[in-house]
């Protein structure tokens, strides 16, 4: 079943950017990841005001292989930089429908 990261991503600065692009894209990928969407470009619809610069969406072959990246030893400083670079909200999505009978 596939799985998709929806992350919502304020940074506080952007010392870490640079470094932690490439580094998380190439192990996203590693991990058969595919970035569905990366960008500041989005609005809000409903709900209570919840603030993001960036809104970032990844689908994931299984919930293991989200797993696998993030406890990838190479992306552990990279999301060290990131945690304390920015506010961060990240909800891992199972790919199914529970409300069709």
Request: charged share 20%; aromatic share 10%.
């Amino acid at each position: 079943m596939k799985y998709y990261s929806f992350i919502n991503c304020t940074p506080t600065t952007d010392a870490w950017i640079p470094d932690y692009v490439p580094v998380a894209t190439k192990l996203v990928h590693k991990h058969g990841g595919k970035y569905l969407a990366r960008t500041g470009n989005h609005e809000q619809l409903e709900g209570a005001e919840d603030p993001a610069a960036l809104r970032v969406l990844v689908e994931w072959p299984s919930k293991e292989a989200a797993q696998h990246f993030m406890s990838d030893p190479e992306y552990a400083p990279h999301f060290k930089g990131r945690s304390e670079g920015a506010v961060n909200t990240h909800f891992l999505v199972a790919g199914n429908d529970d409300l069709t009978g």
